[in-house]
T-cell receptor
Framework: GENVEQHPSTLSVQEGDSAVIKCTYS??????FPWYKQELGKGPQLIID?????GEKKDQRIAVTLNKTAKHFSLHITETQPEDSAVYFC???????????FGKGTHLIIQP | NAGVTQTPKFQVLKTGQSMTLQCAQD?????MSWYRQDPGMGLRLIHY???????DQGEVPNGYNVSRSTTEDFPLRLLSAAPSQTSVYFC???????????FGPGTRLLVL
């Protein structure tokens, strides 16, 4: 089955700086890659996703890049703000298969 | 719309007891799923359903049963609770496994 590795497990950045979280996946058939944000005591919430026919997608301060050859995708957050502090999960899925395989999460800490 | 609701929010069980975790959604989504979240392990798929009357196993199904008699409800049953089932359980719904997953607020379960 699919295996998703996520790094780093904890990331601390100064407010206003950029943050990058990286994930790799094992199954070359995977073609859907979402990112979820989880705030303390809440369920995960989708923040951005990308499909395999696209190399990059951007939504305001958040962007995701995908390198299918290397089986690698990354989340980029620019101009970080205190409300960006949370746990972020990447995931991968094969369209038509049973569900998402999640990475183990990154705890992002925004230092004031 | 209430979105995805889960009850109870917190439960303490003794080893060997049974219980049902409730999940309901009001978005008319066909796809529903259950995940468990353990520290440092991310979210792991337990069971999922692609529509009423259809269920299937995910990555970690042992010790759990599900049924899907209506589009709205997808309960998760623990027949004989074990300490290894201590976890936070999330229910999610969507139009499909490769579409935005809407997560409930979670049920925190402690098995003594």
């Amino acid at each position: 089955g699919e295996n998703v590795e996520q790094h780093p497990s904890t990331l601390s950045v100064q407010e206003g700086d950029s943050a990058v979280i990286k994930c790799t996946y094992s199954d070359s058939a995977s073609n859907y890659f979402p990112w979820y944000k989880q705030e303390l005591g809440k369920g995960p919430q989708l923040i951005i996703d990308i499909r395999s026919n696209v190399g990059e997608k951007k939504d305001q301060r958040i962007a995701v890049t995908l390198n299918k050859t290397a089986k690698h995708f990354s989340l980029h957050i620019t101009e970080t703000q205190p409300e960006d502090s949370a746990v972020y999960f990447c995931a991968a899925s094969i369209i038509g298969a049973d569900g998402l395989t999640f990475g183990k999460g990154t705890h992002l800490i925004i230092q004031p | 719309n209430a979105g995805v609701t889960q009850t109870p929010k917190f439960q303490v069980l003794k080893t060997g007891q049974s219980m049902t975790l409730q999940c309901a959604q009001d978005m008319n989504h066909e796809y529903m799923s259950w995940y468990r979240q353990d520290p440092g392990m991310g979210l792991r798929l337990i069971h999922y359903s692609v529509g009423a009357g259809i269920t299937d196993q995910g990555e970690v199904p042992n010790g759990y049963n599900v049924s899907r008699s209506t589009t709205e409800d997808f309960p998760l049953r623990l027949l004989s609770a074990a300490p290894s089932q201590t976890s936070v359980y999330f229910c999610a719904s969507s139009w499909g496994p490769e579409e935005t997953q809407y997560f409930g607020p979670g049920t925190r379960l402690l098995v003594l």
